[in-house]
């Protein structure tokens, strides 16, 4: 079955870390995605992992990759009150055609 | 590179009435998706097209909706009759890959009364 869970908040000071959660069903998933939404906009593709990674790191943001117990996150360092957004997890699963399926995202609030 | 571009930004509408929302994606980009966003449900695909060929519909709520990709640079999703549910903020996507790397427009919030 297809189905992807997040927490739906998360709030840290400015400065700290955030660590965003996110669990998949489908263990035959492919790539694993997070996008970021801001206000009033559509959503932005942050970074992805391939299924065979464990982790991948890209400037501020590092995404690790569990598979035996699917789990996905993402840690943002340093956070700032411009990370303030919406996350999202996404999977998308083999075969047929690009079905993509997205988590009902995280509210991250980050405090002065 | 304009990125995704949907118009109008904002519609406002009486129940009933029909609605056209529209959509140009990424030069180049042979994958379209309409999807449609509400703090109940959260994301829901309506609509994927490849090549301008509707792929997977199943998302679609009901027979009021309908969606067409003429060509590769232009796409409409319609709604006839509009009802007060419908009141979402719509969200148009390409991508140029079949790896789910997807660009987003802007959306279109639609408020029917």
């Known amino acids: 079955g297809e189905d992807v869970e997040q927490s739906l908040f998360l709030s840290v000071r400015e400065g700290d870390s955030s660590v965003i959660n996110c669990t998949y069903t489908?263990?035959?998933?492919?790539?694993l995605y997070w996008y970021k939404q801001e206000p009033g906009a559509g959503l932005q593709l942050l970074t992805y992992i391939f299924s065979n990674m464990d982790m991948k790191q890209d400037q501020r943001l590092t995404v690790l990759l569990n598979k035996k117990d699917k789990h996905l996150s993402l840690r943002i360092a340093d956070t700032q009150t411009g990370d303030s957004a919406i996350y999202f997890c996404?999977?998308?699963?083999?075969?047929?055609?690009?079905?993509?399926?997205f988590g009902i995202g995280t509210k991250l609030q980050v405090i002065p | 590179d304009a990125g995704v571009i949907q118009s109008p930004r904002h519609e406002v509408t009486e129940m009933g009435q029909e609605v056209t929302l529209r959509c140009k994606p990424i030069?180049?980009?042979?994958?379209l998706f309409w999807y449609r966003q509400t703090m109940m449900r959260g994301l829901e695909l309506l609509i994927y097209?490849?090549?301008?060929?509707?792929?997977?519909d199943s998302g679609m709520p009901e027979d009021r909706f309908s969606a067409k990709m003429p060509n590769a640079s232009f796409s409409t999703l319609k709604i006839q009759p509009s009802e007060p549910r419908d009141s979402a903020v719509y969200f148009c996507?390409?991508?140029?890959?079949?790896?789910?790397?997807?660009?987003f427009g802007p959306g279109t919030r639609l408020t029917v009364t």
């Open positions: 030069s180049g980009h042979n994958s």
């Open positions: 489908d263990s035959s998933s492919t790539y």
């Open positions: 097209f490849n090549n301008n060929v509707p792929i997977d």
């Open positions: 996404a999977e998308i699963q083999p075969g047929g055609y690009q079905k993509v399926t």
């Open positions: 996507a390409s991508s140029p890959t079949d790896q789910g790397e997807q660009y």
